[in-house]
């Protein structure tokens, strides 16, 4: 497959920026991961530290260029301060169809970034890679990312039992899907 080419400059909806992973975003990605919320909800370890997010950075920059997966980070107005990450984190070509994932630090949260970032996340998504069908899965009982996906205009689809593993467990998970030519 062709590796994903995102605009080196990253894309912004005027609030928020969304731009590829850079070895500088370390210290508050590493900084971003110790609020406990976000490894109960995502895989990040529970114990984040700074070998954790290079070794994320190296990861993504080869699946990015098997074109598999796309980790940003969402950051204030031009390069404003680091306020989560956003990425697709499933690529099948074939079927031609992604799924995302987002975190937010804890700052940034209640502010409709993780709204505004998957909005324009899956805007680029369907503008340029060959893509019908953007997916999100979020456990149901994790209520700030089933609203994000609502939100950005993705519609539920049911509880997928024993879903994926996290961690050691095996998962239910939330449904939503976004379709070509459903983004408001």
């Not at 190296?58 to 990015?64: K, L, S, T």
């Not at 079927?95 to 700052?107: D, F, N, P, T, V």
């Not at 940034?108 to 890679?129: C, E, K, M, Y």
């Amino acid at each position: 497959m062709a590796a994903i080419e995102f605009p080196v400059e990253g894309i912004t909806d005027g609030e928020i920026t969304l731009r590829l992973h850079a070895e500088a975003d370390v210290p508050a990605i590493v900084a971003a991961c110790q609020d406990p919320e976000i490894p109960r909800w995502t895989r990040v370890p529970e114990a984040y530290g700074e070998e954790d997010a290079r070794t994320w950075l190296r990861q993504e920059a080869v699946a990015r260029g098997r074109g598999d997966l796309l980790g940003l980070v969402i950051v204030g107005q031009g390069d404003g301060p680091l306020l989560g990450s956003v990425g697709i984190t499933r690529l099948d070509h074939e079927e031609a169809r992604c799924e995302l994932g987002y975190w937010l630090a804890r700052e940034a949260r209640g502010r409709g970034v993780a709204t505004r970032a998957v909005r324009a996340l899956s805007a680029w998504i369907f503008d340029n890679l060959r893509v019908d069908r953007i997916g999100i899965c979020a456990e149901p009982a994790n209520v700030a990312s089933r609203r994000v996906a609502e939100r950005a205009g993705f519609t539920f689809e049911g509880i997928l039992r024993s879903y994926y593993v996290n961690k050691g467990v095996r998962r239910d998970a939330a449904s939503y899907s976004l379709l070509r030519g459903e983004l408001r």
